[in-house]
């Protein structure tokens, strides 16, 4: 069975940081380009952060540039999102996403993990 798994969300204040894991299952990390999308309370699904399956290229959405950061371990079929210097406005639950390109979303979803960010 393909599936991702998020973890590493919870609640922090603002200007903490969090780092989220996407662990894959049933399928070989290596081939993949992963993605991270957010979805805030009311809002659409937005992406944030993307990198190749050869860890070559990767991407950011304006809003995170500079704070958020993203790696991947093939060999522990994990992909990581470090996000530092968190603002009240990245309060959202977090997906990760296989299979797609920075501008599109593939086929495969985790189950998301929610980042409040409060004090």
């Known amino acids: 069975q393909l599936q991702l798994v998020e973890s590493g969300g919870g609640l922090v204040q603002p200007g903490g940081s969090l780092r989220l894991s996407c662990a894959a299952s049933?399928?070989?990390?290596?081939?993949?380009?992963i993605g991270w999308f957010r979805q805030a309370p009311g809002k659409d699904r937005e992406g944030v952060s993307f990198?190749?399956?050869?860890?070559?290229?990767?991407f950011y959405a304006d809003s995170v540039k500079g704070r958020f950061a993203i790696s991947r371990d093939n060999a522990k079929k994990t992909v990581y999102l470090q996000m530092n210097s968190l603002k009240a406005e990245d309060t959202a639950v977090y997906y990760c996403?296989?299979?797609?390109?920075?501008?599109?979303?593939?086929?495969?979803w985790g189950q998301g993990t929610l980042v409040t960010v409060s004090t």
């Open positions: 990198i190749s399956s050869s860890d070559v290229t990767t």
């Open positions: 049933g399928f070989t990390l290596d081939n993949y380009a």
């Open positions: 996403n296989a299979g797609g390109s920075s501008n599109r979303a593939g086929p495969l």
